[in-house]
T-cell receptor
């Protein structure tokens, strides 16, 4: 049973569009939720969110956690071809080892 | 900057061969992880280690073993490679109490 579900699975947009990627989860006892961007190689860290609900921003990217909806969104405004990547969402559990449980990812393609 | 390196970017092996995948990190991280990434399945945790000579099974340990003789190095071993182990293998590391993981570039393994 999937604990972290990302939607959509894939998305194709034109440069300049705004996109919203979704990450839904089924558990409440987690420490934080992380977003990563994966181009052709290593996933690179984007944001870490906690249940405080504070929005995180970095340039054209922003993300927020919605405790009530058990979900997080990643927004990208004014998309560029360099935003083409797989976007991964992961949960870090509250207790135990410092493992991350990843969703399946959303493949974003930005066409000129 | 944290650097996580993996011994090979691409590897082709034959069924039944013993395969070693090496991962080295340069930030004195306590935790190290091995994942495999397959289309539609996301990143799945194979094994992790939170200290030298310590190892814990992840979600899909069958057919794999690991070794951590030194803090900076974590090896994934396929004792007898099979075609269903064809995949992208990602190594990651993190600080002892931290959840943010730093990833290596990945090894794309093909088993013929």
């Amino acid at each position: 049973e999937d604990k972290v579900v990302q939607s959509p699975l894939s998305l194709v947009v034109h440069e300049g569009d705004t996109v919203t990627l979704n990450c839904s989860y089924e558990v409440t006892n987690f420490r934080s939720l992380l977003w990563y961007k994966q181009e052709k190689k290593a996933p690179t860290f984007l944001f870490m969110l906690t249940s405080s609900g504070i929005e995180k921003k970095s340039g054209r990217l922003s993300s927020i956690l919605d405790k009530k909806e058990l979900s997080s969104i990643l927004n990208i405004t004014a998309t560029q071809t360099g935003d083409s990547a797989i976007y991964l969402c992961a949960l870090a559990w509250q207790t135990g080892a410092n493992n991350l449980f990843f969703g399946t990812g959303t493949r974003l393609t930005v066409i000129p | 900057d944290v650097k996580v390196t993996q011994s090979s970017r691409y590897l082709v092996k034959r069924t039944g061969e013993k395969v070693f995948l090496e991962c080295v990190q340069d930030m004195d991280h306590e935790n190290m992880f091995w994942y495999r990434q397959d289309p539609g399945l996301g990143l799945r945790l194979i094994y992790f280690s939170y200290d030298v000579k310590m190892k814990e099974k992840g979600d899909i340990p069958e057919g794999y073993s690991v070794s951590r003789e030194k803090k900076e190095r974590f090896s994934l071993i396929l004792e007898s490679a099979s075609t269903n182990q064809t995949s992208m293998y990602l190594c990651a590391s993190s600080f002892g109490g931290g959840v943010k993981q730093y990833f290596g570039p990945g090894t794309r393994l093909t088993v013929l």
